[in-house]
């Protein structure tokens, strides 16, 4: 079992920046893949970024592509979310996933995901 704890939102004027943590706990999450997502209110919940069980392959949606960035290190058992330029549009819960192993190719299907966080509130004002 896994348990995954999300850190760093807060409020953000639009322009700022954030950077969220995933702790993992439990077992190690180094041999796995993992993924971000993000649901605002009354919306599905989106895929945001994903990384290989490396780090060195990562994956972004368009809509955050060139602001956000994902990593990982292993050693801490610990995943990040560095987010720049913060839009309002980016408010939402973030979650951090695990994703399962033998997964297919499409990162965004939350059904690939075996362990999910409690998540954290991102707020960004115009």
């Known amino acids: 079992q896994v348990q995954l704890v999300e850190s760093g939102g807060g409020l953000v004027q639009a322009g700022g920046s954030l950077r969220l943590s995933c702790a993992a706990s439990?077992?190690?999450?180094?041999?796995?893949?993992m993924g971000w997502f993000r649901q605002a209110p009354g919306k599905e919940r989106e895929f945001v970024a994903g990384i290989s069980w490396s780090g060195g392959s990562t994956i972004y949606a368009d809509s955050v592509k060139g602001r956000f960035t994902i990593s990982r290190d292993n050693a801490k058992n610990t995943v990040y979310l560095q987010m720049n330029s913060l839009k309002p549009e980016d408010t939402a819960v973030y979650y951090c996933?695990?994703?399962?192993?033998?997964?297919?190719?499409?990162?965004?299907?939350?059904?690939?995901?075996?362990?999910w966080g409690q998540g954290t509130q991102v707020t960004v004002s115009s």
């Open positions: 996933a695990v994703r399962s192993r033998g997964s297919g190719s499409s990162w965004s299907n939350v059904n690939e995901y075996a362990y």
């Open positions: 439990g077992r190690t999450v180094s041999n796995y893949a």
